[in-house]
């Protein structure tokens, strides 16, 4: 038994090439329409097919109105697409019932959003505390993680502050922290660095590459910058609701 | 959901009812008037019922007056034609319609167990008499025949000073018992030196002479400064003098209007109260016109309970209503914070909240801002029923289940209104609510 299982493991390797991993996101056929039933029935999304491996980072560009928001709120289980089948992490997205779509979000992605989207009058350890207490994790384990995350972004010092006594940048450190602290599957960062000028970006753009190379996290990036996605290792270009071109970023930092 | 997060909750809604200070306290404010004026009324009840019962009980609770009443015009006993036009014209009973000694008799006889004894008394009127060294000035004395038997009961509050009180072997003699107030201001003298002293009381407008047999301790009634300072001249005090004595001056008939039943101790008044009614009652059915009925100071001090009890229960609903609109305050404020936070909630869903999480926040929220203005307000109550309660002169009490009841009921405010909100940001679409501006 034993043998003939190594055996056709080996032959498939021959046939396949090197084994690789099961897809950390694998999509089929994603498509995603608004005012179903309506005269003004609109798809967005007109049959999406992707895969990203763990440890990959990929950028998906496209201009504004490409379907790049629509793709990433159903990559980020915010949305369900109306067809097409989206396995996440060997979850089906489909069978998933909204409170199991809240616990997908919460163990198995962390969102960077433009606008930070921290909550106001909390201080930066309480919002990295959030995706734990969500969690389920008690409250010391929570304090000390959320410190461990937040000395690691470079945001030790200021744990004790409220969003609004910090700058653009250490916002999105902390954000970079809070999304980090559940150690997620899939980083999606949604123009993290649309809100902040070049020297910031770099700084946050740093993080995101010291995420990936050193924590090994799979990110997927969204931005309409192409030098920004020109740094992953893989660029998807989205045009009117398809993937219109896929290639290999340079990999190589200082785009900004 | 454990205990910890609920803590968490707790520390969240606090902390952005502080970042909201003024607007949070004038959403409490309808709960805090609400709490504040239940509790207010409930302390001052309390001590209202509590200083009429006190009152009450010094007069006697365990007495049962019996009295001549009425035939009310829809009662069906008494024989004679044309009943209920004599009813209407008879307001005074005769010598046959008044309770007779033999009644008495009897009753004493029947219930000897039930009963410690029966006071008979007479009003005499009022007698005046001229002042002391100022003979333009007159004092004025109510004039009470009774027996020596309730005399020698009245020792325990006012006792006697000098002389003694009176004797069965004084029955129609015209000798009299006062207080020390009338020796001081009507005779002049010391206490022992007003004994066998001569004093002519104008009764019913004829002079009338009395010797002195004893003088009394004056002792003053509390409740009546209620009524305002009374000068000296103005009070008036008893002079009891015998039975007999009493009925021979008013030219009344042998009988009387009213007596007092001194129950036993350990008799449940209450109840007896309709034994003895019933009782004296029964020697009234072939009666045109009068009955006997008794009552108790018990059953006064129930009925006043009672119309204390029904007047809170009014001013509670009018406190109701202010928690109603509380809470309708609470739940507009309530509404406004999900809006203004529909951003937080998109973030927090996106972070893995789950719908239920989300309303046990603002629920917790809800519950918070309630649960402090029921607090704010159960203090501003007991310290307000405190104040009233001082004012009316009884010790207050506010109670601790109605300082429970009411934190427990903001408690339930907040459930309740801040449920429709609450369920409002649990139902947002994490999306719309990233999206809102």
Redesign the interface.
Same mark, same amino acid.
């Given at each position: 038994m034993a043998d003939s299982k190594q055996f056709a493991e080996a032959v498939a390797r021959r046939v396949n090439g090197p084994r690789r991993p099961r897809p950390l996101i694998e999509m089929q056929g994603i498509r995603k329409s608004y005012y179903i039933g309506q005269p003004n029935e609109l798809e967005i999304l007109h049959g999406i097919d992707l895969k990203v491996y763990p440890g990959e980072f990929v950028a998906i560009v496209g201009e504004s109105g490409s379907g790049k928001s629509t793709l990433m709120?159903i990559i980020?289980v915010?949305?369900k697409p109306t067809q097409g089948t989206y396995i996440l992490d060997g979850v089906n997205i489909h069978e998933a019932r909204?409170?199991q779509l809240?616990?997908? =979000?919460?163990?198995k992605i962390g969102?960077v959003?433009q606008t930070y989207?921290?909550? !106001? =009058?909390?201080s930066a350890l309480k919002n990295v505390e959030?995706?734990m207490?969500?969690? !389920?994790v008690?409250?010391g384990e929570r304090a000390r993680r959320a410190k461990e995350w937040l000395t690691r972004v470079g945001m030790g010092e200021r744990m004790r502050h409220q969003p609004n006594e910090l700058s653009g940048g250490q916002k999105q450190r902390v954000a970079i922290a809070?999304a980090m602290v559940?150690e997620p599957a899939l980083i999606l960062a949604d123009e993290p660095t649309g809100a902040l000028d070049s020297e910031t970006s770099r700084v946050v753009m740093d993080l995101f590459h010291e995420m990936h190379e050193r924590y090994h996290k799979t990110i997927v990036l969204i931005t309409h910058n192409p030098a920004l996605a020109q740094e992953c290792q893989r660029v998807l270009t989205l045009k009117d609701g398809r993937i219109v071109d896929e290639r290999k970023g340079g990999g190589a930092r200082g785009a900004l | 959901m454990g205990l910890s997060n609920i803590l968490e909750n707790v520390i969240m809604a606090l902390t952005s009812l502080k970042s909201n200070k003024m607007r949070s306290l004038l959403t409490m404010l309808g709960i805090i008037i609400g709490i504040a004026a239940v509790i207010a009324i409930e302390t001052v009840g309390g001590s209202l019922t509590g200083s009429v019962t006190d009152s009450m009980s010094g007069m006697g609770v365990g007495n049962i007056t019996v009295g001549l009443t009425q035939k009310s015009s829809d009662d069906t006993s008494g024989t004679s034609a044309g009943v209920t036009l004599r009813r209407f014209m008879d307001n005074t009973p005769g010598a046959e319609d008044l309770i007779s000694d033999e009644m008495i008799g009897e009753f004493e006889e029947t219930f000897a167990d039930k009963i410690d004894r029966v006071e008979l008394t007479r009003e005499a009127g009022t007698a005046t008499i001229d002042k002391y060294g100022d003979p333009d000035t007159t004092i004025s004395a109510t004039l009470t025949g009774t027996t020596p038997e309730t005399l020698q009961n009245l020792e325990e509050d006012t006792p006697i000073l000098a002389g003694r009180w009176l004797t069965d072997a004084d029955e129609g003699k015209y000798l009299c018992v006062v207080s020390e107030k009338f020796v001081q201001q009507a005779i002049g003298t010391t206490n022992a030196d007003a004994v066998g002293a001569r004093v002519v009381l104008t009764v019913n407008g004829n002079p009338c002479a009395f010797y002195v047999a004893g003088v009394y301790k004056y002792v003053e009634n509390e409740y009546a400064s209620l009524f305002g300072a009374q000068d000296d001249d103005s009070i008036q005090t008893t002079i009891y003098i015998p039975l007999e004595t009493a009925r021979v001056l008013t030219g009344a008939d042998e009988g009387y209007q009213n007596i007092t039943v001194v129950t036993a101790t350990g008799v449940d008044v209450t109840s007896f109260v309709d034994v003895v009614g019933d009782y004296f009652a029964s020697y009234y059915t072939r009666n045109d016109t009068w009955t006997a009925s008794a009552s108790s100071i018990s059953s006064l001090v129930e009925s006043m309970t009672e119309m204390l009890d029904t007047i809170s229960l009014g001013i509670s609903a009018i406190a109701a209503i202010s928690l109603l609109v509380g809470g309708i305050g609470v739940m507009n404020i309530m509404t406004v914070s999900v809006t203004e936070r529909t951003r937080e909630i998109g973030t927090r869903k996106a972070l893995g909240a789950p719908s239920s999480a989300i309303r046990l926040q603002f629920i917790t929220e809800s519950i918070v801002l309630c649960v402090i203005g029921g607090i704010i307000g159960v203090i501003l109550g007991v310290s307000m029923g405190s104040w009233l309660s001082s004012l009316i002169g009884f010790a207050a009490k506010p109670s601790i289940s109605a300082i429970v009841i009411a934190v427990g009921f903001s408690m339930g405010i907040g459930v309740f209104f801040g449920y429709y909100p609450a369920n409002k940001a649990a139902k947002l679409d994490p999306i719309d609510a990233l999206r809102y501006e």
């Open positions: 709120n980020g915010l949305d909204d409170n809240a616990a997908i =979000r919460n163990q969102f959003f989207n921290l909550i !106001g =009058r909390q959030l995706p207490l969500y969690a !389920g008690p409250g809070r559940n | -």
